[in-house]
RNA sequence: UGGGGUGUCGUCAAGUGGUAAGACACAGGAUUUUGGUUCCUGCAUUCGGAGGUUCGAAUCCUCCCACCCCAGCCA
């Protein structure tokens, strides 16, 4: 992995880690990991952990497990533990040979629980799962134990083992912990550990019909793989002394959980339930639309993985609930790519441009510099000629103050090209729209400098009208007009802030001939336009299609914003 | 009204008793064959509030306020 995105700030974990380290906790050893449920694909959330729980690990010398959190087999599915191994593959992360899954322990996490069993610590209850519900009390009031309770070590062992062999219905028994009904904290209230699930396990197929729970499965995983700091969400807090009292009870290395605050990011959504609701409800074409705050979707969309984690160390990583403002995950995408992205003339909205005086019939390659942030890509040959096609927003008929582009009787450069004085307009006799431009060029500024020190106050860019490319063009916006889509409170629901004007499809543009047979994925500055990235899906070599990842900054833009 | 957390600039976020880092955003200005990039400059007399301890408090104490999480056989 190529690290030169680190700027490390301190952090809470870091220094809990460096302060272990100095005690010469676990013998100075770093052991994190990342573990998914294989229920959804990765967003940019998880990317956050993904960076987090793989970066500390490489900062401290030490490594970093992918563990899957399969224990719910009714939610879980084989297509999302692919997807999720290649989004942080993609991400740029190695658990080099220490891909694991929760139910690689199935065996030995039962072991623990006819261990517990044996203690006195769980007992098979048969309430039922609103029994349950109604034992557990509530917030301010406490809960009442079970009448199962107090069954015998020898018939809990008995009847667990027949729980294993499928001697009960789904949902008849559980397996539950016996702590303390009267704590204040709900998941001391005797939580269930194990439930009977009829279900095919994408690993273990049907050889399991009774399934752990997560409480006890993954402080368990994390203690067999020798975990040494467990970081999780902040809405595990309460969860922890239920970790830490299971690892205690069984007498087993003790890894130790810390929580951390989840992304928000403005603008969007990041939470599975609410995705997949966007995904399956057809609000966008799937996990990976552009649109999508998934990692497939941000891949597809043009956004590079070093942008990715350089945004996550950027946000900083702390307890307190926040909302991070999506112009820093632009920000950090147009960093990276003005670095690295090669510059190319594309016209979104073409408006055809003919100089008069430009001989008919011919040709020249004018010399383009590939990125002026980076000489060592080189130039390429763009074709000019008489007829051409600009971009329409770079006309007006009636200029405003401080617009710098094309007017009637007004001198501009066309990048790499030469000036160019606009001398006519041509308009559709029926509906006064403007169809075409006629202007004169000075053929004394060839590559777009004049002798005379003339200046000029724009620079547009432009195609070739015979040379260019036909391309397709996918202009994105926020997904949500509302900044916190996730505040309901006495509102409508999420969806209905979902931006309207989130995808325009661009079927007329016309992009220069260098970019024939581009490959699906690559990266492009338009000039004075954004960033784009040819779309892995859905372009070809006869089609071109591309997705803009980001605009450029745009000053004008807020000028005119600014002036009604 | 039980328990667990959190409150530092518009947004993130350092700071751990010695007198408020940094980033994004925003606002000016310079350079520019992208109104891009880059470069300068400005942007918290104040750390949720009120008291207290101290020579000195965002940091310690007390009380108060606000927000988030928990009543799945989900994770």
Redesign the pocket.
């Known amino acids: 992995m190529t690290t030169t995105d680190s700027?490390c700030?301190?952090?809470?974990i870091r220094?809990i880690i460096a302060e272990d380290l100095k005690a010469n906790k676990n013998e100075g050893r770093v052991m994190t990991r990342f573990?998914p449920?294989p229920?959804g694909y990765l967003h940019i959330g998880h990317a956050k952990s993904i960076c987090l729980n793989f970066g500390i690990a490489a900062e401290y010398g030490g490594v970093c497990n992918l563990r899957f959190?399969d224990?719910?087999p009714?939610?879980e599915d084989i297509e999302y533990v692919e997807s999720i191994k290649s989004d942080v593959r993609w991400l740029g992360f190695d658990w080099g040979d220490r891909l694991f899954y929760a139910s690689d322990y199935f065996e030995k996490l039962y072991e623990y629980a006819v261990q517990l069993i044996k203690q006195g610590k769980a007992y098979v209850c048969d309430?039922?799962?609103e029994?349950?519900?109604e034992y557990?009390?509530?917030?301010?009031q406490p809960g009442k134990e079970s009448p199962y309770r107090t069954r015998s070590v020898e018939e809990n062992l008995d009847l667990f083992e027949r729980m294993r062999a499928g001697e009960f219905e789904?949902?008849?028994?559980?397996l539950r912990a016996k702590i303390d009904m009267i704590s204040?904290?709900?998941?001391m209230r005797d939580?269930?550990i194990y439930?009977?699930?009829r279900a095919e396990h994408h690993r273990t197929g049907n050889k399991w019909c009774i399934?752990?729970?997560?409480?006890f499965?993954?402080c368990l995983s994390d203690s067999i793989e020798g975990i040494t700091h467990s970081l999780c969400s902040?809405?595990?807090?309460?969860?922890?002394p239920l970790y830490d009292w299971f690892l205690d009870e069984l007498k087993v290395y003790h890894p130790q959980q810390i929580?951390f605050?989840r992304l928000?990011l403005?603008y969007t959504v990041l939470s599975k339930r609410k995705l997949v609701q966007l995904v399956e409800q057809r609000y966008v074409s799937g996990w990976d639309d552009p649109r999508m705050p998934t990692i497939s979707g941000m891949r597809r969309r043009g956004y590079t993985p070093e942008s990715i984690r350089n945004f996550c160390e950027?946000?900083?990583?702390?307890?307190?609930?926040?909302?991070?403002?999506m112009?820093?995950l632009?920000?950090c995408i147009?960093?990276d790519l003005?670095q690295r992205a090669p510059?190319v003339m594309g016209v979104l909205r073409p408006l055809r441009l003919v100089i008069d005086n430009y001989p008919e019939g011919q040709v020249e390659d004018l010399e383009a510099i590939n990125?002026?942030?980076d000489p060592g890509m080189g130039s390429r040959k763009v074709p000019f000629s008489r007829e051409l096609y600009i971009e329409r927003e770079d006309f007006l008929e009636d200029p405003p103050k401080?617009?710098?582009?094309l007017a009637p009787g007004r001198e501009v450069?066309l990048?790499?090209a030469y000036y160019i004085t606009c001398v006519g307009v041509v308009k559709d006799e029926q509906t006064g729209e403007i169809v075409e431009l006629h202007c004169t060029y000075d053929p004394e500024t060839r590559?777009?400098?004049s002798e005379d020190g003339r200046k000029v106050k724009?620079?547009?860019?432009w195609v070739s009208a015979a040379h260019s490319l036909k391309a397709e063009v996918r202009l994105y916006d926020y997904l949500f007009v509302k900044a916190n889509p996730d505040d309901e409170?006495n509102g409508p629901d999420f969806k209905a802030y979902l931006n309207p004007n989130s995808l325009e499809t661009l079927t007329s543009c016309r992009v220069e001939p260098d970019l024939a047979g581009a490959t699906p994925g690559s990266r492009y500055?338009f000039?004075?336009?954004g960033y784009f990235c040819i779309d892995s899906r859905d372009s070809s070599d006869g089609a071109l299609v591309f997705n803009r990842t980001v605009t450029?900054?745009?000053?004008?833009?807020?000028?005119a914003k600014?002036k009604e």
Do not use: M
Request: net charge positive.
């Open positions: 700027t700030s301190p952090n809470f220094n573990p449920e229920n959190d224990t719910n009714s939610k309430l039922s799962a029994e349950i519900r557990r009390g509530t917030l301010t789904d949902g008849s028994r559980v204040p904290n709900l998941n939580p269930t439930r009977i699930r399934y752990p729970l997560y409480d499965a993954h902040l809405e595990f807090e309460d969860n922890r929580e605050a928000n403005t950027r946000i900083g990583v702390a307890k307190r609930d926040s909302i991070v403002d112009a820093l632009e920000y147009r960093e003005n510059r990125n002026p942030e401080k617009f710098f582009r450069r990048k790499h590559g777009g400098w724009g620079t547009l860019h409170k500055q000039l004075r336009q450029l900054r745009d000053s004008w833009a807020k000028i600014k």
